[in-house]
């Protein structure tokens, strides 16, 4: 089966940490500009960080410069975004996308956009 798995979210207090994976299965993500979006209760979107399919080059939103990591390893078909110093504005539910039609930092701008692939999401509550 083709699709894109989340996992890692949880509860967590303000100024905690959590690490998210998003694993890729019937297909190689190598190839593929993965990104990290969170969306609120209400629908609102937001792409958080993107990384090439190299890995080489990465974006990050505003909010998620200097407490944020993104990563990947190809070769366990992974993606990673280690969250650290989380604020209560970071609580959503955050799912990945994997395109070849944008690079990582326009695939990150546009949180609306139907990707190739895209996980259902790993739910994150940041709460004291």
């Known amino acids: 089966q083709v699709q894109l798995v989340e996992s890692g979210g949880g509860l967590v207090q303000p100024g905690g940490s959590l690490r998210l994976s998003c694993v890729a299965s019937?297909?190689?993500?190598?190839?593929?500009?993965i990104g990290w979006f969170r969306q609120a209760p209400g629908g609102e979107r937001w792409g958080i960080s993107c990384?090439?399919?190299?890995?080489?080059?990465?974006y990050y939103s505003d909010s998620a410069k200097g407490r944020f990591t993104i990563s990947r390893d190809n070769a366990k078909n992974t993606v990673y975004l280690q969250m650290t110093d989380l604020k209560p504005e970071d609580t959503g539910n955050y799912f990945c996308?994997?395109?070849?039609?944008?690079?990582?930092?326009?695939?990150?701008?546009?949180?609306?956009?139907?990707?190739?692939?895209r996980g259902r999401g790993t739910p994150v509550t940041v709460s004291p």
């Open positions: 990384i090439s399919h190299t890995g080489g080059r990465t």
């Open positions: 019937g297909f190689t993500l190598e190839t593929y500009h």
């Open positions: 996308k994997a395109d070849r039609n944008y690079d990582e930092q326009d695939l990150c701008v546009r949180a609306y956009y139907t990707p190739r692939y």
